[in-house]
């Protein structure tokens, strides 16, 4: 059900349970959670996290991916489309593991994400929302060619998040996708 996608160094792939080690580890760390939920969690919340993930496609036909590094295999985080019940509008959303920012990874499986969806969704625009403090997300939004907008409160289990909403619209992506 869920479509593997590919990057000149990347796949992006389905949930499998084997995944929770490496998502217990990139969920785990207190850095990468920083701009997410504030704070690192547990291998059974990781797993939560992970199947919360999976079960997206089945409930919206779109949802994250496993990204995987082609050159050796290894699980480096989750990339795609999510949209859970309250959001502002369909997102991409990154989240990678500390040993694999600055190499470029976010935005190249983010693009095929936002690619995807453009390609088989129905949307006029796409969102990510990000922590007004999280530069390097911003820095990746920027490159995907989003702009920063509205300020938003973001609840979640109770606990609210302020962040930006950044944005594309369809037709901001076909020209930087030199489409008609």
Known sequence: MIPHLETERLLMRGWRDSDLDAFAAIYGDPEVMRYLSGEALARNDS???????????????YGLWVVERKSD????????????????????????GQPY?????????????????FLTQSVDRLISLIDPRNKASQ?????????????????IAGSSYICDIWSITREEWRQRAHLP
């Open 47 to 61: 797993w939560r996290n992970m199947s919360s993930a999976a079960g997206h496609w089945m409930l919206r036909g």
């Open 73 to 96: 295999g290894a699980v480096i985080g989750r990339v795609g489309l999510i949209r859970p019940e309250g959001w502002p509008g369909l997102e991409v959303g990154w989240t990678l």
């Open 101 to 117: 920012w600055g190499n470029g990874y976010a935005t190249e499986s983010a693009r095929a994400a936002m690619n995807y969806a």
């Open 139 to 155: 820095a990746v939004a920027e490159r995907l060619g989003e702009a920063q907008g509205a300020e938003y409160e973001l609840i």
